[in-house]
């Protein structure tokens, strides 16, 4: 109860601002989202994964609210994120977002454990975890998965992604494996581009505040049930179906 009560008090204070300034940024066209339909976002009884590919830290921001305003009459529809423990959530300005968010302390095999062990409590509540697989933004990997012409290989150099159906992720880490094996749940592939335009991954004295007059996409993909699939399995097809999504016209 005292959850809900608090999901209640987010929602209707820093989910009702962000979520109108996010339908803002949609009615200006600064953010174009495909194929956002309740239907997909709805984690029914048994919960849903959205995992998304992570090029930049605008994307983070944005995803929470494509469950607006959804989440302002029922708790089922307030999503958890997952940000990284030191770099965000210990941040005492990070304080007021807390309650809809799970720590990740990356490198840390305890605290990653752990981590996974509250995502697997919360979608077994019913609940909607948001989750970038890559571990961190794209460009900091070291292992990549692209898809060049309808065809998807396996590099080590990051490639441009352009506007030709050439797309690239950062591997994904196992740990999204053992969560969709472990849990019934469906898993919601959402590609996302161009936030670094947006928020440049490299800071820059000369501008630094975002464009938020650069336009960014969310593209959202159709819900997947996993069945009985075995987690390397599991990790191969979603690494594909967000790199698919992303190569769609």
């Known amino acids: 109860m005292k ?3 608090k999901l209640f008090v987010a929602a209707w204070s820093i989910g009702l601002l962000g979520g109108l300034l996010f339908w803002l940024l949609r009615i200006t066209n600064r953010v ?17 994964i959205l995992i998304h590919n992570h090029p930049s830290l605008w994307e983070p921001a944005l995803l929470p609210f494509l469950f607006f305003p959804w989440y302002l009459f029922s708790s089922r529809f307030a999503p958890f994120s997952v940000p990284d ?16 968010c799970i720590p990740m302390e990356r490198g840390n095999l305890k605290g990653e454990v752990r981590a996974l062990r509250q995502i697997q409590e919360k979608l077994g509540e019913g609940k909607i975890i948001i989750l970038a697989p890559e571990g961190g933004r794209t460009f900091k990997g ?5 898809i060049r012409e309808g065809k998807l290989d396996v590099v080590k150099s990051l490639p441009e992604i352009d506007s030709r159906g050439n797309k690239a992720i ?10 969709a094996s ?61 790199l698919k999504l992303g190569a769609e016209g």
């Open 142 to 146: 070291e292992e990549f998965k692209v």
């Open 85 to 100: 423990k030191n770099n965000y959530y210990d941040k005492w300005w990070f304080s007021f977002l807390r309650i809809v």
């Open 3 to 5: 959850e809900k009560i």
């Open 170 to 179: 950062r591997r994904f880490k196992p740990g999204i494996g053992w969560l």
């Open 32 to 48: 174009k989202v495909q194929g956002c339909e309740r239907r997909k976002l709805d984690p029914k009884s048994k919960g849903l």
């Open 182 to 242: 472990k849990n019934n749940v469906e898993i919601l592939p959402v590609w996302t581009e161009a936030g670094e335009r947006v928020i440049p991954n490299e800071f820059s004295f000369k501008l630094p505040f975002p464009r938020f007059w650069r336009q960014a996409r969310i593209k959202i993909g159709e819900p997947i049930d996993l069945g009985e699939l075995p987690k390397k399995e599991i990790i191969e097809l979603l690494e594909d179906s967000i």
